[in-house]
T-cell receptor, first 114, second 113 residues
């Protein structure tokens, strides 16, 4: 069975400061990993995904994530946040096989302060 | 291409009623998945449909059901509504079961009174 743990439920951060959102996964099979962002009253938007290859993945809006197989982690980072990055962020895993479902972490709410 | 659309966006029902939510996937996408999002339980997978067949199912009671039409549009039905069914219901589509990226709609906010 898969599980995804986001270690921080809320992360306050000042504008232009860096931010890191932590995600750990567990799976008995190889997985694809994703980060999604959800703005208030909206659906989920894909920020980035790890399928294979380079462990450093770059996404939209200046976000990047690093896949670490030995630590079963997929932490999300941004070197300098903007007010508009205030949102909820979800880490998710998908087994590397057809027809399987996304498993989401509990979410991390990022509040960017001026 | 237009994104995933869900109707209605907001819905208020009372306990015991039933409700039907609709999802239109991105053109060309044949797989539709449904998720429930609540503050307490987070995002939970309900089911996935592909080619009008349910391919995967989460751990929800039988009151939650769905279907998919030949044009890939999908509906989700909840019968005998309970207060705990109040949630944001998200629909996501992908090209097929072998495609890993899912595209989400804006959701339907269901409130059960």
């Amino acid at each position: 069975a898969q599980s995804v743990t986001q270690l921080d439920s809320q992360v306050p951060v000042f504008e232009e400061a860096p931010v890191e959102l932590r995600c750990n996964y567990s799976s008995s099979v190889s997985v694809y990993l994703f980060w999604y962002v959800q703005y208030p009253n909206q659906g989920l938007q894909l920020l980035l995904k790890y399928l294979s290859g380079s462990t450093l993945v770059k996404g939209i809006n200046g976000f990047e994530a690093e896949f670490n197989k030995s630590q079963t982690s997929f932490h999300l980072r941004k070197p300098s946040v903007h007010i508009s990055d205030t949102a909820e962020y979800f880490c998710a895993s998908l087994p590397g096989a057809a027809g399987n479902k996304l498993t989401f972490g509990g979410g991390t709410r990022v509040l960017v302060k001026p | 291409k237009a994104g995933v659309t869900q109707t209605p966006r907001y819905l208020i029902k009372t306990r015991g009623q039933q409700v039907t939510l609709s999802c239109s996937p991105i053109s060309g996408h044949r797989s539709v998945s449904w998720y429930q999002q609540t503050p307490g339980q987070g995002l939970q997978f309900l089911f996935e449909y592909f080619s009008e067949t349910q391919r995967n199912k989460g751990n929800f009671p039988g009151r939650f059901s769905g279907r998919q039409f030949s044009n890939s549009r999908s509906e989700m039905n909840v019968s005998t509504l309970e207060l705990g069914d109040s949630a944001l219901y998200l629909c996501a589509s992908r090209e097929g079961l072998n495609y890993n990226e899912q595209f989400f709609g804006p959701g339907t906010r269901l409130t059960v009174l």
